[in-house]
């Protein structure tokens, strides 16, 4: 083979092997976002929970409405904790500690004294936590 030849030849084949055509069975890296107890809730978080709510303790539609209104502002106060105080603060702890308190209280309001009581059984946190971890 002459050397243009072979020169021509080895970079069409070093071409060829780097083709992404040659390489379908390789898989793509999949980036993860890892999220942590400080980070903010996502604004889809409420929305979701709500609806997970409503199919686990059979919320009727006004029900559902006002547990996501509870639940969005709930969330929107929390983001804000997380943005104002240090993480893992002790302040930052009370601060979500008083907003839950604040939201639990709501919702019993909202979903009535029986299914309040039923959403806090832990076979249906564990249902509930299980469709969240499905949504994500």
């Keep these: 083979m002459r050397p243009v030849r072979f020169a021509l030849w080895l970079s069409l084949s070093v071409t060829a092997a780097s083709c992404s055509i040659f390489h379908r069975d390789k898989p793509t890296p999949v980036v993860e976002t890892v999220r942590t107890e ?5 604004p889809t978080a409420a929305r979701d929970l709500a609806d997970v709510m ?3 303790l059979k919320l009727t539609a006004d029900q559902t409405t006002r ?3 509870v639940l969005n502002g709930t969330l929107k106060e929390s983001n804000a904790a997380k943005e104002k105080l240090p993480a893992q603060s002790p302040q930052l702890m009370a601060e979500l500690k008083r907003i839950n308190i604040n939201s639990q209280k709501e ?3 909202v979903i009535g004294p029986e299914k309040f009581k039923l959403l806090q059984t832990k076979s ?3 249902k509930i936590a299980a469709d969240m971890q499905q949504k994500q």
């Design 38 to 42: 400080s980070s903010p809730a996502p």
């Design 54 to 56: 409503s199919t686990e």
């Design 67 to 69: 547990v996501r209104t």
């Design 107 to 109: 919702l019993r309001a």
């Design 124 to 126: 249906v946190q564990q």
